[in-house]
């Protein structure tokens, strides 16, 4: 025996008495709700692009100061292109903060502001982060994000090189001056293994781990 669904028939009846001002609301509501979820996914989107762009200008930013740090000279036609990339940027900062040492500390400071803005969009827009200590701690661990997604593609392309031979020597060498600094301390505790060298793989793995690691602190998960 097929029992009746006594509370959906009340509310069909109570739809029934309403009248036609019920569906209206009802219509309206969920037009509303539609609205709102659209312009949800159309803010997630436009922060998608927006945090490309500042990824892609904090990693170039990251670039230029680790250029300077190993002095490689600004008529090389990557470093030129990337000073022009970052000019407008770098050069306001350095009315204030100047570089010294090894480091271009204007580079460093600029990056650091850039993560600032998407931190802050990020809280206007999705909620996070979320808590003091997380916002705190969000541009840091995001300008370290950047470091390593730079290294890792670095290493990529360095890799790639290396299966082309003479044909991409000028490439490879700069890729190599650029990456031979963080593969220098592996290779020192691990030998050729038949000839072949796998300290940029190890390298890989370790920046694979820490890039897990820092991402959700760089999004303002920290303490949370």
């Known amino acids: 025996m097929v029992r009746p669904n006594f509370p959906a028939r009340r509310q069909a009846l109570a739809a029934s008495d309403a009248g036609p001002h019920y569906f209206f609301y009802t219509n309206i509501a969920a037009s509303l709700a539609g609205s709102r979820r659209s312009d949800s996914d159309a803010m997630g989107f436009f922060y998608d692009l ?4 500042t990824g892609f200008l904090g990693a170039i930013l990251l670039l230029r100061a680790w250029l300077w740090s190993l002095a490689i000279s600004p008529r090389d036609p990557l470093v030129s292109v990337i000073w022009r990339l970052t000019d407008w940027l770098v050069n306001p900062v350095a009315y204030v903060i100047k570089p010294r040492g090894n480091w271009e500390w204007t580079c460093l400071i600029s990056a650091l502001l850039v993560a600032v803005v998407q931190v802050l969009i990020g809280r206007e827009v ?10 705190a701690l969000a541009p840091f661990a995001l300008v370290l994000r950047w470091a390593v997604n730079l290294l890792i593609w670095g290493l990529i392309l360095y890799v790639i090189a290396g299966f082309f031979g003479p044909r991409y020597i ?12 963080f593969l220098r301390p592996i290779r020192r505790f691990l030998p050729r293994i038949a000839g072949m060298d796998f ?3 190890l390298l890989f793995l370790i920046l ?3 890039l897990r690691l820092i991402t959700p602190a760089s999004m303002g998960f920290w303490m949370l």
């Open 50 to 53: 927006f945090s490309f762009f």
């Open 126 to 135: 999705i909620g996070f982060p979320a808590t003091a200590m997380g916002f």
């Open 170 to 181: 000028g490439y490879q060498s700069m890729l190599s001056t650029l990456v031979d600094p």
């Open 199 to 201: 300290s940029a793989a």
């Open 208 to 210: 694979c781990v820490l």
